[in-house]
């Protein structure tokens, strides 16, 4: 009978902490996101910029902001729309999300590209890019709540 109660009591905490990681998961939420992000360098980049988050039916001004190291030159801004999905708080956007990536635009460009920062905010973003910028880069950008 021993390996049974200890069977149960297993399945019992197993089954409680699977509960309690899917009802945090349930409470998570998702807003929209748009950022504008002004890019210029030569070997060494760095980009500056700010946005909108719509969370809840409130707006948060943002404000971004990163360097990039690799091959990078020129100039650009792009301008990013999208869904940022498990945040419980506008605050969980704040964070900085880090890349690695490679791209060129010369005049008007596509971009999408999906990031994560260390709080578990996942952005999922589809906007253009405008300007001369060649890049293969790792780069990091942060983003404060203002």
Do not use: C
């Amino acid at each position: 009978m021993r390996p049974s109660s200890t069977l149960r009591a297993a399945l019992v905490a197993l089954l409680a902490f699977t509960g309690l990681a899917f009802s945090s998961a349930a409470r998570a939420d998702s807003g929209f996101v748009t950022l504008t992000i002004y890019k210029a360098g030569w070997i060494i980049g760095g980009s500056g910029g700010g946005g909108v988050l719509t969370f809840r039916g409130r707006s948060y001004r943002l404000s971004t902001g990163g360097l990039d190291y690799g091959l990078v030159f020129g100039g650009s801004k792009t301008v990013l729309r999208g869904r940022v999905s498990n945040i419980n708080r506008p605050s969980d956007v704040a964070g900085v999300y880090g890349a690695a990536g490679a791209g060129l635009a010369v005049g008007r460009g596509a971009r999408a590209i999906v990031l994560t920062n260390q709080k578990g905010a996942v952005l999922e973003l589809t906007g253009h890019q405008v300007g001369l910028m060649a890049n293969a880069d790792l780069s990091g950008l942060a983003i404060t709540m203002r």
